[in-house]
């Protein structure tokens, strides 16, 4: 069993550079299903979920080849089967995109129900308005869902939920429609625009991406022959700023777009750190304790639901009391009980935790219980007293290129071992 030991107390120096996004990443890989020929897409982050699209997209006819650690050359010329491993797409939750692409693509598709993940609920409902909308048939059944159509024909969706899978699978099924689609209440996350300026790139007719309102002409095909690279994270770009902060350090993060972390950046500023964002640039730090303060987590641009287990641990280290509101995830304060084994003082219920700030964490045995409660054990790690180590670090690598050896570029004493069973 692998696990994290890090000696804390360490604050944070030097320069960080952002990978590409992985919620951008695991949507474009299935969207290239909608090109009958080769794209080529770069600034991958080199994580386990995007090697896992990609031996899904080869199950479906594809061919994959990694030209770098970053950079792939996909064929969809080829497609075979319009059926996605149903085992594997049953256990990762953005393969809810494939139905969206093999729908556009195939006119059919069949996946397993995304399922289970650590953040409670995540209900689909809105993915399959959507494909209805357009005409397709939609049928839930043994673990399965599998969705048909003759013709998708365009129309006006409204929203019940912004949700960023729905507005993204959306899309992906009415590119190739008859007639203009409109997605109203869309979500506005920087991947939405991402997943749409690639689409774009390779000859669909989509505007408004990054608005609440976006219109998606269908194109007859799209024509591929085209590189396309992948936005910055703007996730593991907060992680980094946050923990500049939790570490008292003082960093420099380049490859990150900075419009897409005023909303970070402003909190931090707040709470008593500070930043300078300068380009595609940002120095983040702070020589004080940080103070108190409330979050409520919103979609873009919105305090995001993926940053807020991070802050949770600035929080837990900031004089006097805050409160954070989740309001996106129901399960989302589980890192809780493990920060509270290193010392925090926070009461979570519900939607809700109370966070009395301590003096100092220290280091503890701890779990990774999902992908970004594993990055806040990092952040904690690095900023508490003593030794942690984390354990469960699947999660950490589905979604974080590099993350030990980026954070020991920064001067974090940091190590992954191998524990005997
Ligand atoms: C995406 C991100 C995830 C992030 C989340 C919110 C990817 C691969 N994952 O997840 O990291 O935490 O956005 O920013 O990009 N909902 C419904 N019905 C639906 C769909 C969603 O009720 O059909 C609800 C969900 O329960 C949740 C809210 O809408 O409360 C937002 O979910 P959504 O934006 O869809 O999240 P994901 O796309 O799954």
Redesign the pocket.
Known sequence: MEKLVITGKTPLKGEVIISGA??AA??IIPATLLINGVCTIDNLPNISDVKLYCDILKDLGSKVDWITDHKVVIDNTNITSSVAPLEVTRKF??SYYLIGALLGRCKEAQVGIPGGCN?G????????KGFEALGAEVEVSQGNITAKANVLNGTTIYMD??????TINIMLASVLAEGTTVIESA?K?P?IVDVANFLNTMGADIRGAGTDVIKVKGVKELKGNAEYSVVPDQIEAGTFMLAAVASKGDIIIKNCITKHLECVAAKITEIGGKIDANGDHLRVWCDKRTKKANIKTL?YPGF???LQPQIGVVLSLSKGTSIINES??ESRFQYTDELRKMGANITAQGKTAVFEGVDELYGAPVSATDLRAGAALIIAGIAANGTTEIYNLKHIDRGYENIEEKFRKLGAKIERVQEEE
């Open positions: 992985k919620n695991v949507a939750r953005a953040l609920a995540r209900p689909i409902d809105q993915h399959i939920v912004v949700s960023v899978g729905a979500a996350e991947h979609p995001p639901t993926d996106i995830w």
